[in-house]
């Protein structure tokens, strides 16, 4: 299995990609969408966690209402996974559950407490010729 990659929404609205390591890894497995993990055991210390989502190795997006690890065929109105045409068009949609298992590629994860070494250098300030006119 390859390692996975950890998207890491920040609170200024970017995101921090991270590898981790195929042996780390196997610790989220069985967790599901919703769910807290610390940083610790994934090599970021003194941060918190909150699973948003994330994909598996042909690109299905996990669902947090489709129970298990498995993939379903669902019949969708809205969500993720889906792009909605129209007004109340229901669409057959190819998604992963909820729990984290050996075929997921991606997490997506947001920051609940942030730890002691910033995940990302701080922004960077417009040039003044750059901002603008108030």
């Not at 890491?8 to 991270?18: A, M, P």
């Not at 919703?34 to 994330?54: C, K, N, R």
């Not at 997490?107 to 010729?129: D, F, M, R």
Request: proline fraction near 6%; aromatic fraction near 4%; charge should be positive.
């Amino acid at each position: 299995m390859p390692a996975i990659k950890l998207v890491i929404g920040l609170s200024d609205g970017r995101c921090v990609q991270k590898e981790i390591a195929e042996e780390q890894s196997r610790i989220l497995w069985g967790k599901k969408i919703g769910e807290a993990i610390e940083g610790d055991t994934i090599g970021l210390a003194g941060y918190s966690f909150l699973i948003t989502g994330g994909s598996d190795y042909c690109g299905f997006p996990m669902r947090k209402d489709v129970q298990g690890p498995s993939r379903r065929r669902i019949l969708a109105v809205k969500g993720v996974g889906l792009k909605q045409k129209a007004k109340g068009v229901r669409v057959r949609k190819t998604v992963c559950g909820n729990t984290i298992h050996g075929n997921i590629v991606q997490i997506n994860v947001k920051v609940t407490k942030a730890g002691a070494e910033p995940l990302a250098p701080p922004k960077a300030e417009q040039p003044a010729e750059n901002k603008p006119l108030q």
